[in-house]
């Protein structure tokens, strides 16, 4: 078993995140909240230059790994677009993506595009889904935006492990940004003569949160894979992950935070873009304890199969 | 007070409130302008005043003058009929006030106490862009030129700058004593030839966060607040007590308001028909909150009755402070939780509510901030350490 994604996938996922930077980078998701009318343009166009939407994270193991790297690179520009919502697209529905989503009031963060979402609950159950308009600024909703949901079948179990894995590789792509956003912060800001690097109590909150994004990391290659592999467990993986990014989002987006002091709540700063876009990914489909009551629920007393059967 | 006397207050208090608090605030603070919601701050300051609810907890003489017991019942009914909170007013009421009262000369009394009763705004110039928790690194000097200081820098972080009518300053007027010794604390008129005040945007979309930046401002001499270059050890002594004194508020109304809320989302039937309050989880998370609140509270007071009586230890309100913050950060989480998907579309928070609005999300994002401003949690940490618990000073560190 090797869960490490391919060279071709990381070398795709480096590729994007050059497009990506030179398409904007960091300033993708300013613009997009201050223009939400080009939240389509900025991203779109350079994904499918790329080929991203030839991607079919259904069909190999090689399609869905670069859909994962792809993830994680937008992650850590954190641009403000659905681009795992959009490789996880049915093939056999008319929709351009696929968000999955929890009764009873369903909603996704992607408001403002001019696009046809399919919708899948946890428990399979696919919908067509009509975002209604914004009803706040981008700056509080982030995009997010409730959903009319028209039935479609009860064919979408397959669905529900893929659109759950690939918004985590999202989330870590952001978690990957706001260490190295907290790293760099601490070792050039100077308090007491010194860096804030040199302080124990600050090297110890850093290196907490580098071992929940290098768990997070763990697991999420453990996820796709077992995706890949067709396990039948792939859900629980799923689920598993989805808790475990959320938890880790938590801790380390709040180190990241707290080390910035002040300036990290400001517009100024990268960190305070990529906390604020992480926050829809952090609660839906469902926040950390409906994930957790959902795994619990799923898992019964029997455990996750894991690694080692 | 007896507790007959203190039940009469109550009543008392809470007949004031069911009178004069507007049944619509949070309806018609939602969405407002700035000029708005200063507007209705200052107005529901002069209702409180009136009563003689605004400042409980000044000396009679300046117009408060309740008992410990006596603010806290005050607050716990204005928590439970949700007033709105006096935030425009907060620095002038608590910071500015005790400064005054402890270290300020019977004309600065004079001057500024009734003119906060009549609505005078304050704001804290402490930090800087180079002077966050380190901040008696601070750059901004204040040059003596025979009865006057001139002053030159810049402020960060200034809450409520854009409103401030006075500043409490803190600036350097020994540029070549230790740092901690060349420090002066000044009160600054916001309207002197110089100031020139910007705001700064922050992570919810609101402006309350300033720049202060001050060019040649002229400061006449009698605006010195304590000794020359002692405003270091003035800023200490008055701040770090009112630090914990503020809490006393902020505990009883996350008792009395945020957490009583909590329950009632807990307690309402979902779509489903099931309640959030017979899950096991969530009782056991209101729980461990409510026995958290309950240990603030408990700390708050004694902590407020101990500096009344002149006990109070050094690390107290350090306690209080980290208590607080994180406590408020653990339950905007819970409370956003809760809600679930509710809390991503409710994104209207009143003005003049409290860090815990009902807005969960944005609650929930308000929160992260309290643990930096005010001393940072590592500093409370610091100082409880070596302070309270003896340990010896981070090694290498210049101070």
């Known amino acids: ?309 | 007070m007896a507790t007959s006397d203190l039940e009469e207050f109550r009543a008392e208090a809470r007949r004031w409130c069911q009178a004069h608090i507007p049944a619509d605030w949070r309806q018609t603070q939602v969405g407002v302008s700035d000029e708005e919601d200063v507007s209705f701050q200052k107005a529901w300051f002069q209702e409180l005043r009136k009563a003689g609810y605004a400042v409980p907890h000044w000396p009679r003489e300046w117009g408060g003058g309740m008992s410990v017991a006596e603010q806290i019942v005050l607050y716990q009914e204005l928590a439970a009929h949700d007033a709105p909170r006096l935030v425009l007013a907060f620095v002038s009421i608590h910071h500015a006030a005790s400064t005054l009262l402890a270290a300020g000369t019977e004309e600065q009394r004079r001057r500024h106490l009734p003119a906060i009763l009549d609505g005078e705004i304050w704001v804290q110039g402490f930090s800087e862009p180079e002077a966050g928790s380190d901040l008696a690194s601070l750059r901004t000097t204040a040059r003596r030129e025979g009865d006057a200081f001139v002053v030159n820098g810049q402020k960060l972080w200034a809450s409520g700058a854009a409103h401030a009518d006075w500043c409490l300053l803190l600036a350097r007027t020994d540029v070549t004593a230790p740092k901690r010794k060349g420090i002066s604390y000044l009160l600054m008129d916001m309207r002197s030839p110089g100031v020139d005040v910007r705001p700064i945007r922050n992570a919810s979309g609101e402006w309350h966060f300033c720049e202060i930046f001050l060019n040649d401002v002229v400061i006449p001499a009698s605006q010195l607040v304590g000794p020359e270059n002692e405003g270091w050890r003035v800023a200490q002594e008055t701040l770090s007590a009112e630090r914990g004194m503020t809490m006393l508020e902020l505990s009883e109304r996350l008792g009395n308001a945020g957490f009583r809320w909590l329950v009632e989302e807990c307690s309402r039937a979902r779509p489903d028909g099931l309640r959030l309050l017979d899950d096991a989880l969530v009782q056991d998370g209101l729980a461990a909150l409510e026995t958290e609140i309950a240990g603030l509270r408990l700390l708050c007071r004694g902590l407020v009755e101990r500096h009344e009586a002149g006990t109070a230890g050094p690390v107290e309100a350090s306690v209080v402070k980290l208590f607080y913050s994180e406590l408020l950060q653990r339950m905007m989480d819970f409370g956003t939780e809760v809600v679930g998907l509710a809390a991503q579309t409710s994104l209207h928070k009143p003005g003049s509510s409290g860090w815990e609005s009902g807005a969960w999300a944005l609650d929930f994002i308000g929160s992260w901030e309290w643990t930096i401003p005010g001393g940072a949690s590592e500093i409370q940490r610091t100082i409880i350490a070596e302070r309270g618990l003896g340990m010896p000073r981070e090694p290498e560190v210049a101070r």
Request: proline share 5%; glycine share 8%.
């Open chain 1, 1 to 309: 078993m090797n869960i490490d994604l391919s060279e071709e996938a990381l070398e795709f996922g480096r590729l994007a995140k050059r497009a990506l930077e030179a398409a904007g980078g960091d300033e993708l998701a300013q613009i997009a909240e201050r223009e939400p009318d080009r939240r389509e343009s900025l991203v779109g166009p350079v994904l499918a230059e790329l080929g991203a939407w030839q991607l079919d994270p259904r069909d190999s193991a090689d399609e869905l790994e670069a859909a994962a790297a792809l993830c994680r690179s937008a992650g850590y520009w954190a641009v403000s677009y659905p681009v795992a919502e959009r490789l996880c697209r049915p093939s056999d529905l008319d929709a351009d993506g696929l968000v999955v989503v929890a009764d009873p009031a369903p909603a996704a963060a992607v408001g403002g595009l001019d696009r046809r979402w399919a919708a899948v609950t946890l428990d399979g159950r696919r919908s067509m889904a009509t975002a209604r308009p914004m009803a706040a600024s981008p700056r509080r909703s982030a995009f997010v935006v409730e959903l009319d949901l028209e039935s479609v079948d009860d064919a979408g179990a397959s669905d529900v492990p893929l659109g759950l894995v690939l918004p985590c590789w999202t989330l870590l792509g952001m978690l990957d940004r706001a260490v190295e956003l907290a790293r760099s912060y601490v070792r050039e800001r100077e308090q007491f003569g010194q860096p804030l690097a040199t302080f124990q109590g600050v090297q110890f909150q850093l290196t907490e949160a580098e071992v929940e994004r290098v768990g997070l990391e763990e697991l999420a290659k453990y996820a796709l894979w077992s995706i890949e592999a067709g396990r039948h467990e792939a859900l629980d993986d799923a689920l598993a992950l989805r808790l475990a990014a959320v938890e880790a989002a938590e801790r380390v987006l709040r180190v990241a935070h707290q080390l910035h002091g002040a300036i990290g709540f400001c517009d100024e700063t990268v960190l305070s873009w990529v906390s604020r876009q992480s926050v829809p990914l952090r609660r839906l489909p469902l926040g950390l304890s409906g994930t957790r009551a959902e795994l619990t629920r799923r898992l019964g007393r029997r455990g996750l199969t894991g690694i080692f059967g």
